[in-house]
């Protein structure tokens, strides 16, 4: 009997945990996280504007562990020993005779004054932070923004930051307090969400302008302070500064020999597979894989490593070499709380709708909350 370990318990973890028992009805199949919970990261965009309280994003794993006979290591993964043979963590070692590994990517914080910019992607803590800090100001200056990582541009989650302007936006005007507020958007780039496809950059943009936000774009960021936001184009006056950073991969790497690729992420191959490592794969936001220049870092792109992964693992069991490679496809909705707009992009095809022209309002309002775990 095949005994499988998974790292993580996010979405490329839970994909790939679902295709494997599919496949291997026999093996044993170990997540290793620091809790047997699935945060549903998309949805921390309605936690400010107390669209969903933090306790609609946890979701307990213990029913889809059941369901798909699951075993759960509750740790932190520190490092690999044996060429990944066994995984260390805080809570012991696990030995493995095939390794996934899906724990996620995390944020730089290298900028001087970091800690004056709230995250919203780091989690339900964050968000909550955020909408006190929104709920306390009866008018006042809001810098919105987000940075990449400069060694690997695709390493960056703006769309979550347009989603968050444009629903603070429509929800100050639902109060009738917009007036009250200066919005301005800022980001190195002079064109922010470019991977999303020029037409949405220009739509976005658009939209801006429209509804009064101010932008501050192409000038590299310098630094924080609690009342600015400073870049070489100049300092933006702020109450709130709401800033995401580009994305690295996750610190435990540090204690491996794991390759990585220039922007810090395990490096993948087309197969999903860790170079130098037998039987070791990874999926989602740790791994850097080939592909277009806008391959995204999303939950629909880590299930689709995941399945890939899954697949080609399997087949490295049984000695065989691997088939499956993911198809490169970036899909989301910028929600912008009373609408929102489709992007689309495979390396055949580029498309930017407005959602509602797809899915009836009902399904647009919690569309982030569908989810089959
Ligand atoms: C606000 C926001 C909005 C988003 N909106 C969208 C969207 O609309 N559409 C979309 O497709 N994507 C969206 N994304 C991106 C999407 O959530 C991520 O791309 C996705 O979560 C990546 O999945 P993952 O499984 O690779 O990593 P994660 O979901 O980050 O999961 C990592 C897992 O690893 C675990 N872990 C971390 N470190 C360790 C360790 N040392 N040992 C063991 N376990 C560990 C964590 O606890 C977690 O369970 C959004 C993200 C955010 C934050």
Known sequence: ?????????????????????????????????????????????????????????????????????????????????NNGRTVVTDQGELHNDALLIATG???????????????????????????????????????FGFGGNPQEPAAMRGGPMFELLFGVESWLRRQGRRKDFQLTFFSPAAEPGKRLGGKA???LLARMARL???????????????TQVLTEGGQIDTDLILFMPGLTGPQWLDNTD???SAGGFIQADEYC????????????????????????????????????????????????????????????????LDSGI??????????????SKLFPESVLTCHKSITTY
């Not at 990517?105 to 800090?133: M, N, Q, S, Y």
């Not at 009064?212 to 609690?226: D, M, P, R, S, Y």
């Not at 791994?287 to 806008?294: L, R, T, V």
């Not at 489709?342 to 959602?355: F, K």
């Open 258 to 260: 794991l390759p990585r």
């Open 105 to 143: 990517g995390r944020f730089i914080k290298k900028l001087p004054g970091i800690e004056h910019a709230l995250t919203l992607c780091e989690g339900v803590k964050a968000a909550e932070t955020i909408r006190d800090r929104l709920h306390h100001m009866s008018a006042g200056r809001i810098a």
């Open 1 to 81: 009997m095949s005994n499988i370990v998974i790292l993580g318990a996010g979405f490329a973890a839970l994909a790939a945990a679902r295709e494997l028992r599919k496949q291997l009805p026999q093996a044993r199949i170990t997540l290793v996280a620091p809790k047997a919970e699935f945060v549903y990261l998309p949805s921390l965009i309605w936690i400010p504007t107390q669209m969903r309280q933090s306790s609609d994003l946890i979701l307990p794993l213990q029913a889809f562990l059941r369901r798909h006979r699951l075993d759960f290591h509750a740790a932190s993964v520190t490092h690999l020993k």
């Open 273 to 336: 597979q860790v170079g130098g490592y037998e039987r070791v794969f990874v999926a989602g936001d740790a791994g850097s894989f080939p592909g277009p220049d806008w391959l995204p870092k999303q939950a629909h792109m880590a299930e689709l490593q995941a399945r890939a992964a899954a697949r080609n693992l399997l087949l490295s069991l049984q000695n065989q070499p691997p088939v499956a490679r993911p198809k490169p496809e970036l899909m989301c909705i910028i929600d912008t």
């Open 342 to 355: 489709l992007v689309y992009r495979s390396p055949q095809r580029s498309r930017v709708l407005p959602a």
């Open 201 to 203: 950059v220009s739509g």
């Open 212 to 226: 009064n936000i101010a932008t501050h774009l192409g000038h590299t960021l310098q630094g924080f302070t609690e």
